[in-house]
C-alpha cells in the first residue's frame, strides 16, 4: 500500500517507523530535508504543506491508497485531508489535539451533512489514552489491561513482586484458574513468549491471557486484589485528567484533582459535581502530605509536561506509600527511564493512537488489538478463511514467538490447549513478538 504521511513530527516518526517495512511511505512537512531521525527508515520526502495542491502532486498523490494528516497543528490536519479529497477520493485519517475540534468532527449532527470531502477517521490520542487508564485502574494491581470481544476476553499485565506465590516457579508447576494462559513475560525490559519450563522471576511482568471471570478469580487468588477501587487522585486537569475524574465519578470513585490553573480549576469544579478540585501544584510536597494523597488507591500523573510527571511520581512514592502510581509519558524515549526509577504503570498517548492507526492499514479480516511493551509485542485477530481445514492447536507449528490466546467461535469464547480443534471462520486471538507479527498474519491468509 502506497502512504502519505503530513507531518515529520514524533508521532509521524513512531507511524512511518512501524509501517516503512510493509507499505511504501512518503512523508510531506513545511521543512527543508527531514529531522534526523528518519534517516534510518526507507522511504520518500516532499517538502511542502499538505494542504498545497503542488506539493501534494509531487508527492504522486494519485498513487496513494491513504493519506494521515499527523502535524502539530489541528487546523493544518484538518485542512489537508480536506484538500487531498478534493484531489482524489482515498481514506483520510486525522489526528486532532483538542476536545472541541473532535467534538466537532464527530458530532452526529455531522452526519446529517455527509459528503465527499469528510474526513474518514479523526484520532484524538487524549481520548484513547482516558480509555486504557481507566480500564487500568478498574483491575488493582494490574500495569495493563486490554478487553476483547466485548469484555469476554482479558489482558491481565502484572508486576510480580517479593512474596508472589508465582516467583521462582516453573510456568507448568503453577495453578491458575481454568481459561487462563500466560502469553508473555517481560523481564530486564524484554519481551519473550515462555514455555513449560520457564521459571517465573521477582519483577518479571507477566501477561495472562483468558475469559474475563478466568482472569477476576486469578486477580482474587493470585494477586490478592478482590477489592475494589474506592479512591483516586489525579495530577492534572486538562483532557485527560478531565475525562478521567468524569468516567471515574460515573464508576462511584472519590477523586481528587490537583490542577495549577486556578481558570481551569474554577471550569473544573463547574463541570465535575462529585470531584474535590484542588488549586494547587502537583510537585509541592507540603500539598500531596497535607491532602494524605499517599493513603489513596491509585494517584495518576497526567500533565502535559514529561518532566513534572516524573518528578510528581517520584514525591509520590517518597511519601512511602505502596499505592499504584500511573504516569503518563508522550516521549517514548523516556518511557524506559521512568520504569527504571520505579513508577509502576507508564501510559502514552501516542502509543494508544497508534494501535488505533495500525487497524486502519491493516490486511482484511487481520486486525491489531494491542501493542504491549511499548510495541515489542502485539495482539492480532485474525479471522480464518473459509478453506481452512480443522486443525488441532497442537499441530500448528509456529516457526515464530507467537501463541493462541483466544478463540471466540460465533458467541462462545474458548481458552485453547493443545487439542483444542480450530475451525474456519474462527476468530484467534494471537500474542506474538512484533518482528514475527507480519509473518503469522500471512500464515493465516486466505
Not at 522511504?43 to 504543506?49: A, D, H, M, P, W
Amino acid at each position: 500500500m502506497d502512504l502519505l504521511i503530513y507531518g515529520a513530527t514524533e508521532l509521524g516518526y513512531m507511524v512511518a517507523q512501524r509501517l516503512y517495512q510493509e507499505h511504501s511511505v512518503t512523508i510531506i512537512d513545511d521543512l527543508e530535508r527531514l529531522p534526523e531521525r528518519f534517516n534510518s527508515l526507507d522511504l520518500s520526502f516532499v517538502s511542502g504543506s499538505g494542504a498545497d495542491v503542488d506539493a501534494l502532486e509531487q508527492a504522486r498523490l494519485d498513487n496513494c491508497e491513504l493519506f494521515i494528516a499527523c502535524s502539530d497543528l489541528d487546523e493544518a490536519n484538518i485542512v489537508a485531508c480536506w484538500t487531498v479529497k478534493k484531489i482524489v477520493d482515498i481514506e483520510t485519517i486525522c489526528f486532532v489535539r483538542t476536545m472541541e475540534l473532535y467534538n466537532n468532527l464527530v458530532s452526529p449532527k455531522q452526519n446529517r451533512y455527509q459528503t465527499r470531502y469528510d474526513i474518514d477517521t479523526v484520532i484524538w490520542p487524549e481520548q484513547l489514552l482516558t480509555q486504557d487508564i481507566f480500564r487500568i485502574i478498574s483491575v488493582p494491581d494490574a500495569i495493563d489491561v486490554e478487553y476483547f470481544v466485548e469484555g469476554r476476553a482479558k489482558l491481565f499485565e502484572y508486576r510480580l513482586k517479593e512474596g508472589s506465590k508465582l516467583c521462582d516457579k516453573r510456568v507448568m508447576d503453577c495453578s491458575f484458574p481454568h481459561n487462563v494462559l500466560i502469553v508473555g513475560i517481560t523481564r530486564d525490559q524484554n519481551l519473550f513468549i515462555p514455555d513449560g519450563s520457564t521459571v517465573i522471576q521477582q519483577e518479571d511482568k507477566v501477561i495472562f491471557m483468558g475469559t474475563g471471570r478466568a482472569l477476576d478469580k486469578l486477580a482474587a487468588s493470585i494477586f490478592q486484589s478482590a477489592s475494589s477501587m474506592r479512591s483516586a487522585v489525579l495530577i492534572g486537569g486538562g483532557s485527560v485528567g478531565f475525562m478521567l475524574a468524569s468516567q471515574l465519578e460515573q464508576a462511584g470513585i472519590r477523586v481528587k484533582l490537583i490542577e495549577q490553573d486556578k481558570n481551569r480549576c474554577l471550569y473544573l469544579a463547574d463541570k465535575l459535581q462529585n470531584s474535590l478540585i484542588l488549586h494547587g501544584d502537583g510537585t509541592d510536597l507540603e500539598l500531596l502530605e497535607g491532602e494524605s494523597i499517599g493513603e489513596t488507591d491509585v494517584i495518576v500523573c497526567v500533565t502535559n509536561n514529561d518532566e513534572k510527571n516524573l518528578l510528581c511520581s517520584l514525591l509520590v512514592k517518597q511519601l512511602g506509600t505502596d499505592r499504584r502510581i500511573i504516569t503518563r509519558v508522550s516521549d517514548a524515549r523516556t518511557a524506559q527511564l521512568f520504569e527504571k526509577v520505579g513508577i509502576d504503570v507508564i501510559v502514552s498517548p501516542r502509543e494508544s493512537a497508534l494501535t488505533e492507526l495500525l487497524n486502519r492499514v491493516q490486511a482484511r479480516d487481520v486486525d491489531i488489538l494491542a501493542l504491549v511493551e511499548g510495541g515489542q509485542g502485539e495482539v492480532l485477530r485474525v479471522t480464518l478463511p473459509e478453506d481452512f481445514p480443522a486443525t488441532k492447536v497442537m499441530d500448528i507449528h509456529f516457526q515464530e514467538q507467537a501463541i493462541i490466546g483466544i478463540v471466540a467461535r460465533g458467541r462462545r469464547i474458548i481458552i485453547p490447549y493443545g487439542e483444542t480443534l480450530l475451525k474456519a471462520g474462527d476468530q484467534l486471538k494471537i500474542f506474538t513478538m512484533a518482528e514475527d507479527a507480519e509473518a503469522v498474519k500471512n500464515r493465516f491468509a486466505v
